[in-house]
């Protein structure tokens, strides 16, 4: 095998990964979906509110009134969905599934321990397919991670395990360290505009309730848009709160940061011992990120009993 053909993609992961990644996206897609409805039928409801006040005609006040109450309605809707089906847990919960899983496979195919280069393949298989086993028997969810198939160890994957510790440097560092250095980088830059982006937009929120009170108070206009406002903000805060837009962009920072010292790390590495504890630590400072990304996220709950 050239080395050109050495690497791993998201092919050539074990379908467990792959389905859970593909359940936590729909999970989290569903909540957030739900989740802005929620805050869309709130804040439309409070806007049919404030146009009641000033109009004469009785039917108008009745027809906006009801419209105010089926927005309403619509919202207890959307967060009896979120509180029923729990969108939410399958996002966190699949996402965590599919990182543990990708973590093995990376030390089961640069030869990390627990599958060091001693080992022979089908040891190294039997741990692998163990190690599997318990990530997703402590799954807090009972979902399918067989949908995307039932590969384990792909041939890429053995391929890259029976490559020389030169080789194996090589592609940890490009398609590992790097791919997820690269990765944190440019979400911490998105996170960090996308909450300036709503803080502007709040503050602007804020002036024209004000504004609009003002003008209240001076009879310019008849209707009460500053509760509408008020609402607009408290859906927007709401809303940076769910996406912890600057809590994500300090942590996704904070990990760049710590995975470019990891990846220039490496050049101490000078054998078998050394690669294996290096890849170790490389892996435990991408999983701390994912681990206190789910500890900020999955609210307290009392463990699932497990049949004896």
Request: charged content about 25%; proline content about 2%; glycine content about 4%.
């Amino acid at each position: 095998m050239t080395q050109a053909q050495y690497g791993l993609d998201s092919q050539d992961f074990p379908d467990i990964q792959r389905s859970a990644d593909t359940l936590s996206l729909e999970g989290q897609k569903s909540y957030l979906r739900w989740t802005k409805f929620r805050l869309y039928f709130v804040v439309s409801a409070a806007i049919a509110g404030a146009l009641t006040f000033g109009l004469d005609g009785d039917w108008q006040k009745q027809a906006l009134t009801s419209l105010s109450l089926a927005f309403f309605l619509m919202a207890f809707t959307s967060e009896i969905i979120l509180l029923g089906f729990h969108p939410e847990d399958t996002w966190y919960h699949g996402r965590a599934v599919a990182e543990s899983v990708k973590t093995l496979a990376w030390k089961f195919s640069v030869c990390a321990e627990p599958f060091p280069r001693t080992a022979t393949l089908q040891d190294a298989k039997r741990i692998f397919h163990q190690q599997l086993s318990d990530v997703v028997a402590e799954s807090p969810i009972l979902a399918d991670y067989s949908s995307s198939g039932t590969q384990i160890v792909s041939q890429r994957m053995e391929d890259l395990r029976d490559a020389d510790l030169t080789e194996r440097k090589r592609v940890y560092a490009r398609d590992r360290v790097e791919d997820q250095r690269s990765w944190y980088s440019r979400k911490a830059k998105e996170n960090g505009s996308n909450a300036f982006k709503w803080r502007v937009a709040l503050v602007c929120a804020e002036m024209l309730g004000a504004l609009s009170a003002l003008l209240s108070l001076l009879d310019v206009i008849s209707f009460d848009m500053g509760s509408a406002l008020a609402a607009g903000v408290a859906a927007g805060g709401a809303w940076i709160e769910v996406k912890q837009f600057d809590t994500l962009s300090n942590a996704y920072s904070l990990t760049a940061t710590e995975l470019a010292l990891v990846g220039a790390a490496a050049e101490q590495v000078t054998d078998e011992e050394s690669w294996s504890k290096y890849v170790n630590s490389a892996e435990q400072a991408i999983s701390r990120e994912h681990t206190m990304w789910l500890a900020r996220r999955v609210r307290t709950r009392l463990p699932r009993r497990r049949e004896s």
